[in-house]
């Protein structure tokens, strides 16, 4: 007897651009905060505007990947499953991610290592040097491994049918990816230079403010993923999302550990 293999992802495409668009709106909220001035008469607004169009870009997110998520849920229920076409999906994504802060530390390393190019003596200059790594950098450090570790707990309690261990195991994860972003959000509210105060803020602020929006998707996919688990029961009911989550989130705990070692550790 021959088994209907179906193909992970659904068949609705209407969710991959609903993502899209969500993600071209949190760019050109990105634009408009560091960027006013490609705005032209609107550059007064743009402090009112920017926080705006984030919201704006993601609560679409939120709503269309938990919808996505919810089109393949019954992906285990119709036959064994297919999940080539996704796990190349989320490769390719996460090597495009891995691609754009690769680009971003090259232009670091390149000022770091010959700093005269943006006419300083030194690296990063003296009045801009970062704060003491060993104090919140390091908690913040800390704080994401751990998520990271009850992630991949998570995982592997779904695998073996402990719902209520993954459940507990996913929402603090959660929770410890809130507490590093209020935490990131609190050091850039206390900095003393600001995107636009020269080469070395702009860089820093550019690498961990993308890598800070990158924690908050992730969230959102844990997030959809939690709830999938309580509500479903089930590994087949959680679906591909559980496992693409978890390469999502060690990727951002990954990019963190460079981030942490290259930019305060080093800089200090």
């Given at each position: ?15 991959p651009v609903a ?35 984030i919201a704006a ?31 190349i999906a989320i ?178």
């Amino acid at each position: 007897m021959s088994k209907t293999v179906t193909e992970v992802g659904g068949t609705d495409g209407r969710w991959p651009v609903a993502i899209a668009v969500s993600l071209f709106l949190l760019a050109c909220a990105g634009l408009a905060l560091f960027h006013p001035s490609l705005f032209g008469t609107l550059a007064g607004s743009i402090a009112v505007l920017g926080p705006l169009v984030i919201a704006a870009g993601l609560l679409p997110l939120f709503i269309a990947l938990t919808a996505w998520s919810r089109a393949t849920s019954g992906e285990r229920a119709n036959g064994p499953q297919n999940t080539f076409g996704p796990r190349i999906a989320i490769i390719a994504l996460i090597a495009s991610e891995v691609a754009f802060f690769a680009a971003l530390f090259a232009v670091y390393l390149r000022y770091a290592i010959y700093p005269e190019i943006a006419g300083f003596s030194s690296w990063p200059p003296t009045p801009m040097r970062p704060d003491d790594p060993w104090g919140g950098p390091l908690l913040n450090t800390v704080i994401l491994v751990a998520s990271g570790v009850c992630v991949a707990a998570a995982h592997d309690w779904l695998l073996k049918e402990r719902w209520q261990l993954s459940a507990i195991g996913l929402t603090v994860a959660i929770a410890l990816g809130g507490v590093f972003v209020g935490l990131q959000l609190r050091e850039f509210s206390l900095a003393s230079v600001g995107f636009r105060d020269g080469v070395y803020p702009s860089i820093f602020f550019l690498t961990t403010g993308f890598h800070g929006l990158h924690v908050v998707i992730g969230i959102l996919l844990l997030s959809i993923v939690a709830y999938r688990v309580i509500r479903a029961r089930s590994a087949g009911g959680a679906g591909f999302i559980t496992t693409a989550a978890s390469w999502y989130w060690h990727f951002v705990d990954a990019v963190w550990l460079l981030l942490f070692a290259v930019f305060y550790a080093w800089a200090s």
